[in-house]
Structure formats: C-alpha cells, structure tokens
C-alpha cells in the first residue's frame, strides 16, 4: 500500500450456542462488538470475556493493525453495519459478563444519547478508562476526524446538536466505589514498546489540552527515576518532543517503526539522555 498504513481487519461472525437462557439463540444482529488492536494481539482473556457476554450471542468482530486512530474508528463504525449499536472493546480489556447487555439497555431507553460508557479498573492504578457503546447512526454521519483525541473532537461536534454522553453505573444503579463494581479491568501492555508509545501519546495529548501540569509532572517523575527503568518513558517523551504530527489522531504503525529506530540511536549512549519534551 502507498501510504505504508496496514489497514487490514478480520470479522467472526458468532456461531449458534447454549444461551444462559436455555435453548438456541441466534446472532443479534442489532448489536456488534468491535475488539481494536494494533502492533500487539488481543489478550486471550478479552477474547473469552466477549464470547460469554450476557443477553448474547453478538456478532464480534476484530479490526486490527488499522492505522491511524481515526481511521480504526471510522472502520469500526463501518464494518459493524447494519447493527444499531457498536460496542467498543481494546485489546487489553477483560470485561465483565454483564457487561455489554447493561450498557445496550442504558442506551436503547435514552434517545439523546450516542455514547454510553461504563468505567473500568485499571489494573495497578485504580479507576482509569471505559468501555463504551455507540449509537451507530449519529456517529456514522459524522464520523471520527484525523485530529488528536478523536473522542473528545467528536464529543464537541455531537453537543453541537444535543446530542449527549451518558456514564452508566454499576450493574445495581450504585456508583462505582470498588473494583467489583466496574465494568471491566483493563490490563495496560507493560512491554517496552508498549510503554513508550503510551508515554509518547500521553505527553502529545497532554501538550494539545493545554495540561502542562500533567506533561511536567510526568516528565519530573521519569527523569527522577533510574534511567535504566524508564528507557521508554524518556524514548516517548523525545519523541513527543519532536513529533511533527501532534495535531493528528494516534499511530501506532509510526510508533513501532519510531521506536525501533530510536532504539538503534540510543541504545549505546544514554548518560546525556533527558527526553524533555
């Protein structure tokens, strides 16, 4: 391809099963769940988690190695036709079984709403992250820009018409106040290249949100560390540094091959090595 951008994307079709139910019960097809994955594979424990999700069986489907953010989607969105209702799951997500059925019924009696979301736990860190259910039609019409935080450009845009957001809480109408309340856990990738692309998009998100705050205190707290302990952290944040793309939507295609070669440059010499962004 010209571009050098993998956009491939593979869809399972649910088979029949043993609902919870009892008895046979065909794929729904006004609901899809997406899994999105790039450069690492899903884990298998995300794939289990949405092959036994409640109220099922779905139709799933896996985009993967689709380059940039905006493009993966945008393709989501796309291939989850003719379904109502897109159900978006990262790779690194392990949901809980009632999940995606508590999330279709919060959105299917809220007619204003285009996204619903439900917070995940992230494993060694607390509350961060959700997973989230989008009303495919609205979303469809205007589509996710090339642009940093392609959520947060949508989000504006759907205001713009009253259209709205809504958090769901937990399976008891309670707020999340514990790990067993969330929806899910998310399991951050702790490879090196894992960390210094999440490093790299952090500080370019930080930098684009005017969150200087957050940037220099990242910053502070990697370069107060052993560098041999934060080699990625202090790779994503020169990288951040010299991005000449930090107004467009997330690579992780560009990261890979950035990584590599940063690597290549600095593996050897380090001592001088602050990554200040």
């Given amino acids: ?22 008895g046979e019960g065909e794929v729904q097809d006004d609901l899809t769940i997406v ?14 988690a949405v092959e036994t999700q409640e109220g099922g069986p779905y139709r799933v489907i ?20 003719p379904s109502k209702y897109v ?4 790779g690194d997500v392990v949901l809980k079984p009632w ?32 997973v989230r259910i989008w009303r495919r039609w609205p979303v469809r019409l205007a589509g996710f820009r090339d642009v ?13 018409i009253a259209m709205r957001r809504l958090e769901v809480l937990g399976r008891t109408d309670q707020s999340v106040m514990a790990e067993h309340e969330t929806f899910g856990t998310h399991y951050p990738r702790n490879t090196p290249f894992a960390r ?15 969150r200087t705050d957050l940037h220099e205190a990242f910053r502070e707290r990697v370069q107060g560390a052993c560098l041999g302990e934060t080699y990625p952290e202090r790779l994503g944040l020169y990288a951040a540094s010299i991005s000449t ?15 590599q070669r940063l690597c290549a440059a600095y593996s050897r010499d380090l001592t001088s090595f602050t990554g200040v962004a």
């Fill in 87 to 90: 159900v978006q799951v990262d």
């Fill in 99 to 130: 999940a995606v059925q508590r999330l279709l019924e919060a959105i299917e009696t809220t007619w204003w709403c285009y996204m619903a979301w439900g917070q995940l736990f992230e494993q060694g860190f607390g509350y961060g992250g959700s």
């Fill in 245 to 259: 793309t930090r107004e467009r939507s997330k690579n992780r295609h560009e990261d890979w091959w950035e990584y």
């Fill in 35 to 48: 899994i999105l994955s790039a450069v690492e594979a899903p884990l298998p424990e995300c794939l289990a």
């Fill in 62 to 81: 896996h985009i993967k190695d689709c380059f940039p953010m905006s493009h993966a989607f945008n393709e989501m969105i796309r291939q989850s036709a």
């Fill in 196 to 210: 210094f692309s999440k490093s790299k998009g952090d500080a370019l998100k930080w930098l684009h949100l005017g």
């Fill in 1 to 22: 391809m010209g571009s050098g951008l993998s956009r491939s994307a593979s869809v399972a079709r649910g088979v029949l099963r043993e609902s919870r139910k009892g």
């Fill in 148 to 160: 940093r935080c392609v959520d947060r450009d949508l989000h504006h845009r759907m205001s713009v």
